[in-house]
């Protein structure tokens, strides 16, 4: 024989056993398999690019290919023309086929795909799984057998019953879930003395609400509800409404500040964006003052914050001060005298701090001495208005005058 004809032959022998060899390797390292299980599935195709999946569905021995034959056997068997199985049995072997094809579009989609070309998967996938709960009114019996064996496929309407019943039981679990961490963080806040019980409140309803949320995502994930797109539209709503309510949330960082560091609580009277009454109420977004004459004013938490705020019941104690003024002609010494005679005689006056009567000023009419005891806040106007009319009164009866304010006028005389 030729060697070069014997060399031709044997390089075409060694190029088809080769491209059998590639093509048996290819057929031996699908997954494309009617018994094989979604996890096992999952597994597989977490380290495949999108070029693998794609050949792993459009692949002639491919999931495509797969779910295309079973559509055809199943056909098939409706019209009693194949012995390969019952309607039934075959229909559940579809099913399962397409839910499996769906993982891999899933990871598709999810590793960045063509839109369209995963789109046109979805579309199919979707196409089948309306065809197998068709209903056809002109055949009521067959439209029931076809509606039992859905309902009877493992994949099929079990499927569905599984993962409501899923559902629910996954929002019951966090629902208790949710109760027990509130009751964990109640009680860590409730250890730190400065905490108000609104501040408390939030944490413990924040704690809860997050945790029901995280349920409520996972649970939607066990029905197969595609949760990625939801969370991006919650997060998309949230800015929009953030950036709506500025000002409100703004009042809400205010009232939380207020909360923490507490500079007054309900029940305190404060002076606060020059408004003075007594704390009625207090919210993460406003305060509401009631003052002296009954008026119920509501203050935006964020103008309190960003202003002064002066707690006048912050402290269980504190000074009245008073200024009492006698003419230049009398004598001081016997004025001090009588006011420490008032003071020593109030029994709402505390003896520690000691009050102080000092000459404070000699002014245009009178010489003022400033007398300033100490009281409980709470009877600081009880002590205020009793304290200046028993001076008058004293003042009276030891003959010291409370000059009014004085004018000397110089008249001059002179010849016509």
């Given at each position: 024989m030729n060697p070069r004809l014997l060399l031709s032959i044997c390089v075409v022998g060694l190029f088809v056993v080769a491209f059998s060899g590639s093509a048996t390797a290819q057929e031996a390292t699908t997954t494309a398999k009617t018994d094989?299980?979604?996890?096992?599935?999952?597994?597989?195709?977490?380290?495949?690019?999108?070029?693998?999946?794609?050949?792993?569905?459009?692949?002639?021995?491919?999931?495509?290919?797969?779910?295309?034959?079973?559509?055809?056997?199943?056909?098939?068997?409706?019209?009693?023309?194949?012995?390969?199985?019952?309607?039934?049995?075959?229909?559940?072997?579809?099913?399962?086929?397409?839910?499996?094809?769906?993982?891999?579009?899933?990871?598709?989609?999810?590793?960045?795909?063509?839109?369209?070309?995963?789109?046109?998967?979805?579309?199919?996938?979707?196409?089948?799984?309306?065809?197998?709960?068709?209903?056809?009114?002109?055949?009521?019996?067959?439209?029931?057998?076809?509606?039992?064996?859905?309902?009877?496929?493992?994949?099929?309407?079990?499927?569905?019953?599984?993962?409501?019943?899923?559902?629910?039981?996954?929002?019951?679990?966090?629902?208790?879930?949710?109760?027990?961490?509130?009751?964990?963080?109640?009680?860590?806040?409730?250890?730190?003395?400065?905490?108000?019980?609104?501040?408390?409140?939030?944490?413990?309803?924040?704690?809860?609400?997050?945790?029901?949320?995280?349920?409520?995502?996972?649970?939607?994930?066990?029905?197969?509800?595609?949760?990625?797109?939801?969370?991006?539209?919650?997060?998309?709503?949230?800015f929009i409404v953030a950036f709506a309510l500025q000002g409100t949330l703004s009042n809400f960082a205010s009232g939380i500040m207020i909360l923490m560091y507490r500079p007054y609580d309900i029940g305190d009277v404060v002076n606060v964006s020059g408004v003075i009454g007594k704390v009625d109420a207090m919210s993460l977004v406003s305060t509401t003052v009631k003052t002296a004459d009954n008026q119920v004013v509501v203050i935006p938490n964020n103008s309190i914050w960003g202003g002064i705020i002066t707690n006048i019941t912050g402290e269980a104690t504190r000074r009245v001060d008073l200024v009492f003024g006698i003419g230049y002609g009398d004598d001081m010494d016997k004025a001090k005298a009588c006011m420490q005679q008032v003071l020593d005689g109030h029994e709402l006056i505390l003896k520690d701090p000691a009050p102080v009567i000092e000459v404070h000023e000699l002014a245009d009419s009178s010489v003022n001495f400033v007398c300033r005891p100490w009281c409980k806040t709470s009877d600081y106007w009880t002590v205020r208005w009793d304290v200046t009319k028993q001076v008058k009164e004293k003042f009276d009866a030891e003959g010291i005058s409370i000059p009014f304010p004085q004018r000397d006028v110089h008249m001059f005389t002179e010849s016509a």
């Open positions: 094989i299980a979604k996890k096992e599935l999952a597994v597989l195709i977490e380290p495949m690019t999108t070029e693998d999946l794609l050949v792993e569905i459009n692949a002639p021995n491919g999931w495509l290919a797969l779910v295309k034959q079973a559509g055809q056997d199943l056909a098939q068997a409706r019209l009693g023309a194949t012995d390969q199985g019952t309607p039934e049995a075959l229909l559940k072997t579809r099913v399962g086929l397409v839910d499996r094809m769906r993982l891999l579009v899933k990871d598709l989609k999810s590793k960045g795909g063509d839109e369209k070309v995963v789109a046109g998967f979805e579309s199919y996938l979707d196409s089948l799984a309306t065809n197998l709960l068709e209903i056809d009114t002109k055949d009521p019996s067959a439209a029931a057998k076809k509606f039992y064996e859905w309902v009877k496929s493992e994949d099929g309407g079990i499927r569905i019953a599984k993962n409501v019943v899923f559902f629910i039981l996954i929002l019951v679990a966090f629902k208790i879930l949710a109760a027990i961490l509130g009751g964990i963080v109640r009680k860590a806040v409730g250890r730190l003395k400065k905490v108000s019980n609104l501040l408390q409140d939030f944490f413990v309803n924040t704690t809860k609400k997050l945790t029901f949320f995280i349920g409520l995502i996972v649970a939607l994930g066990v029905l197969g509800i595609e949760v990625g797109p939801f969370v991006a539209a919650i997060g998309a709503v949230g």
